[in-house]
């Protein structure tokens, strides 16, 4: 059975004694077999909600900056921005280097530095060296870019709900049978059927905990931030 919104509906519907939809009568089935297309989506919503940062929600975005623009919005589809992760890329043509954009608070920029908005003059502008979240769903980079810079930045994104028959998750594969659980516990929902549904509800939150003990609950690294002391540095001057 391949992996795919028929796939995962149908899964529901064997479970259940149904009959199987098809790729040709699934975006026409109805009553039931409804329900069982919006179990798939509340199960993968559910897990998706979980977390804001599963990695198969990552995104690597790479953005043209204009030269003279200082604010840019955020992708249509983001959940979370790291903006810990903003950096220009290295272009020899445009000699630049890669360079890391440092974090400043929007109040800072507002009291320090807002009239690179506002100033369209040659001499305000040059290669960025900071990024800022502003509150309108947008970032802005300062000092104003002079060139055509290419950023990169990392973020989370919101998964859209499956609609097609060949849709597929993007959650992987392995974890299809949790989202099966996820969903057999909104059909019995539906059915009536508590004792069932209570019982589907308890696997569906024991395949999240798992999931979240692979991907989430990791220390793969932890930085020291203790200062060594030499003989030589305790001295009195």
Known sequence: MAYNFLGLVNEV????????????????ATGFYSTAKDAVNASLRHINHEES????????????LTA??????YPSDAKTIDMNSFRIKKDDTLNVGTTKLKLMDYQEYLDK?????????SDMQTVPRHIIRAPSQEFIVIPTPDKAYE???E????????????????????????????????????????????????KFEQGI???????????????????????????VS
């Open 209 to 235: 905990k798992y999931m979240r003990s692979l991907y989430i609950n990791r220390y793969d690294y932890v930085r020291s931030t203790v200062l060594t002391r030499t003989a030589s540095s305790l001295r």
């Open 113 to 121: 530095y807002v009239d690179y908005e506002y100033n369209s003059g």
């Open 151 to 153: 950023l990169i930045y």
């Open 53 to 64: 940062n599963w990695p198969w929600n990552h995104v690597e975005e790479e953005e043209t």
């Open 13 to 28: 519907n064997r479970r259940l004694n149904e009959v199987e939809l098809t790729s040709s009568n699934f975006a026409t």
């Open 68 to 73: 003279g623009t200082t604010r840019y919005g």
């Open 155 to 202: 973020y989370y994104r919101n998964p859209v709900s499956l609609e097609l028959y060949d849709d597929v998750p993007s959650v992987p594969l392995e974890f299809k049978h949790i989202i099966v659980d996820g969903a057999m516990f909104y059909a019995y929902q539906f059915r009536a059927d508590t004792q069932a549904s209570q019982i589907a509800q308890g």
